[in-house]
């Protein structure tokens, strides 16, 4: 009894000690999201309204809102859309540096939730009848070797730097460490161009959306007509540091008997000030190939201003039209 109860004194001693090693080595993931490759909504993809068919595999950002305007011979609408991760609205982030890092399969299957994202669109259809089109979607990342967590020492540096300022470590519930009276940007720069040069590294990503009509009550199960289900795989490899190729396949309206496949490969030029893309797909709806071409430019305020243009199938099977589209894009990012 005697030996439990020193045992017991022991282990209350040591606890503490054990708590606080492990309280140290937490980290919020969300210090850290990089100010580059803001791809697509999920849900304008399922909607195809998203600006371009080859997509990007980089992580989506942990919130994301779209207002966008689209422009072909039938007509101009305009749309929104909002992306948020799961795991971000409901507080998470908070994470064990080393469990983070960890290659087992619970630490691969949590970095994977950690960058799912759930979508939500909006576009008026163009009966004329004052219907709109919705859109739902969700996507994820499944491999990432751009993440600046798990492949760069980021997190080191910046609490390096910190502690050399003499700045008291930031609590686990804080997502920003930018506003502590230390320049970090130096930082994250030499984080972003180190994340972004990593040639010959593969980024995956996979999604799935859904598009329907609504026609009178939304949200009951007659309100919703011509449901079209998408799912897509595509990858983002880094050639170089200024360079990167794309790849993507998509399943349009798999559950119907309009279902085709269309796939496409692009190129993508990255600048510090904007990103330019260019693309060649093939259309399985008409069976032809479809150019397009998008500049992506970075806007203060974790903003960004994408404009594209592209060829698509018209009403007509032998018809092709040509379409624009502009969006505006708010990010949740360290932007400096």
């Known amino acids: 009894m005697n030996r439990l109860a020193g045992l017991s004194m022991v282990g209350a001693l040591l606890a503490p000690g054990a708590a606080s090693a492990r309280d140290s080595d937490n980290i919020n993931l969300y210090r850290y999201v990089l100010d580059v490759d803001v791809p697509e909504s999920p849900a304008l993809v399922a909607m195809e309204e998203a600006p371009l068919r080859v997509l990007l595999g980089a992580a989506l950002k942990p919130v994301m809102a779209t ?35 960890s290659n087992s399969v619970a630490g691969r299957l949590m970095r ?27 996507r994820t990342t499944v491999h990432d070797p751009h ?15 910190l502690e050399r300022h003499g700045v008291p470590r930031p609590a686990d519930s804080d997502e920003d460490v930018s506003e502590r009276g230390v320049d970090l940007s130096a930082i994250f720069d030499q984080a972003e161009r180190q994340m972004r040069s990593r040639s010959g590294d593969i980024q995956i990503s996979a999604g799935w959306g859904v598009s329907a009509r609504t026609e009178g009550g939304v949200l009951t199960g007659d309100g919703l007509q011509d449901t ?23 399943a349009l309206d798999l559950f119907r008997d309009g279902r085709a496949l269309r796939t496409g490969l692009g190129v993508q030029r990255k600048t510090s000030v ?29 903003t ?30 360290q932007c400096r």
């Not at 289900?229 to 998509?250: E, N, P, V, Y």
């Not at 960004?304 to 502009?326: F, H, I, K, N, Y």
């Open 274 to 302: 904007a990103d330019f893309r260019a693309e060649l797909a093939f259309d399985g709806t008409d069976n032809r190939f479809h150019p397009g071409a998008a500049i992506d430019v970075k806007l203060p305020g974790c």
């Open 228 to 250: 079209r289900h998408t799912f897509w795989l595509t990858g983002q490899a880094s050639l170089c540091r200024r360079f990167d190729a794309l790849a993507t396949m998509q």
């Open 112 to 138: 994977v939730l950690t960058k799912t994202t759930v979508s939500a669109a909006m576009i008026p259809d163009l009966d004329g009848t004052g219907a709109w089109r919705v859109g739902l979607g969700l």
């Open 67 to 101: 207002v966008l305007a689209s422009a072909s011979p039938e007509a101009f609408r305009p749309g929104i859309s909002l992306d948020v991760a799961p795991y971000f609205l409901f507080g998470g982030g908070i994470r064990s540096l080393a469990r983070y890092r």
């Open 147 to 161: 993440d600046p967590v798990l492949n760069s020492t980021l997190p080191e540096q910046v609490a390096e730097e």
């Open 304 to 333: 960004s201003a994408l404009a594209s243009l592209t060829t698509a199938p018209g009403a007509d099977t032998d018809e092709t039209v040509l379409r624009g589209q502009l969006q505006l894009r708010w990010y949740f990012a």
